[in-house]
């Protein structure tokens, strides 16, 4: 195809790498995934057509700075990031140097090749404020350092940092993406992940675990509408040097989640009400309500969402049930 190019897609063997490398291959263009499988599964590239999908098994540092140097990419995605509430808990130092180190080597890669670059970031930049909803230029509000929940937001916060500086010295064109509550078939629930976990325990008729009284509220948007979109905004010159909140702006208590999962899924599971510390192993600080200001979104893609949350359990159940998520 003559408009073809030549991606790399760092953490594209994770849930939204996956569905991402498969937008791409749709769109024609030849893809290389990076990724190391700390977090990520070579089951989410199954199918993809092996002669315009080359898969690298390594980190960014290391792969970029070698065995890639010398490729000429035309956009670059780094999505790849330790993610997931309970892997930041029980490895900060794994999260912080991966989130960090490897951004600052693919941004240095980027400038090098003077292509576009989208860095995955996420809702969690806005620590606890308590100014809903989270507009991109709202102030942030992070707890203290000796509570190890908040490392992931300020290392990925010093990734858009480290990103725009790139664009406002150099002129790199970048696109930051906060990602709000992706979700959809292929997710898993082992790293805190609540739609996945909900959905597996509903299947298995196990109690549906909700951490305190349940009525946090979160905005969730399904995976099959966010990766079309993201070649849309990193191709489009306006949104370089940009931060976009990327999500849905409707919210639904993880109570009434709870109860929309055993209903749709006519399951005979209970609600257990649980201390977070229980699954966590120590106290988590949580937020009451996050919801994402989506103005600045719709002024470059304003088509709303096509898969409710019904159709997203549905769909993520059906692949819990055929065992792809063992």
């Known amino acids: 195809m003559p408009d073809a190019k030549k991606v790399l897609v760092t953490g594209g063997a994770g849930f939204i790498g996956g569905h991402l490398v498969r937008a791409l291959l749709n769109r ?11 977090t990520g599964r070579l089951s989410n590239l199954a199918g993809c057509p092996e002669n315009r999908m080359a898969f690298v098994r390594g980190t960014v540092r290391d792969v ?20 997931g509430v309970k892997l930041v808990v029980d490895s900060p130092i ?42 991109e230029d709202d102030d942030v509000v992070y707890g203290a350092t000796t509570e190890p929940r908040w490392s992931y937001a300020c290392s990925k916060a010093i ?21 709000f509550n992706t979700v959809g078939p292929g997710q898993r629930g082992r790293w805190g992940m609540v739609l996945p976990r909900f959905i597996g325990q509903a299947i298995s008729g196990e109690p549906l675990r909700v ?42 208590s993880i109570l009434a989640l709870a109860e929309l999962v055993i209903e749709t899924l006519g399951s005979s599971s ?44 549905l769909a993520t159940a059906e692949v819990i049930r055929a065992g792809v998520m063992q």
């Open 211 to 252: 951490h305190g009284d349940g009525l946090q509220e979160r905005c969730f948007i399904d995976v099959r509408d966010v990766a079309p979109l993201l070649p849309c905004l990193l191709g489009n010159e306006r949104a370089h040097g940009v931060v976009l909140n990327v999500g849905n702006d409707q919210s639904i």
């Open 64 to 83: 970029l700075c070698g065995p890639l140097a010398r490729v000429e990419f035309n956009e670059i995605y780094h999505l790849a990031a330790s993610v």
């Open 270 to 313: 209970r609600i257990e009400h649980v201390d977070v510390a229980e699954d966590y192993g120590r106290p988590i600080e949580d937020l009451r309500k996050r919801v994402p200001d989506l103005t600045r979104l719709r002024t470059f893609i304003p088509e709303q969402p096509t898969h409710d949350l019904r159709s997203t359990i």
């Open 28 to 38: 024609g263009d030849e893809v290389t995934v990076l990724d190391d499988l700390s």
């Open 94 to 135: 794994e999260c912080i140097e991966n989130n960090v180190h490897e951004t600052s080597v693919v941004l240095r890669v980027a400038a090098s090749l003077g292509c576009p670059i989208l860095l995955a970031s996420t809702s969690e930049v806005y620590g606890k404020s308590e100014a809903v909803p989270f507009a």
């Open 159 to 179: 990734d858009e940092h480290l990103g725009l500086a790139w664009h406002r010295d150099v002129g790199l064109p970048v696109l930051i993406a906060r990602f």
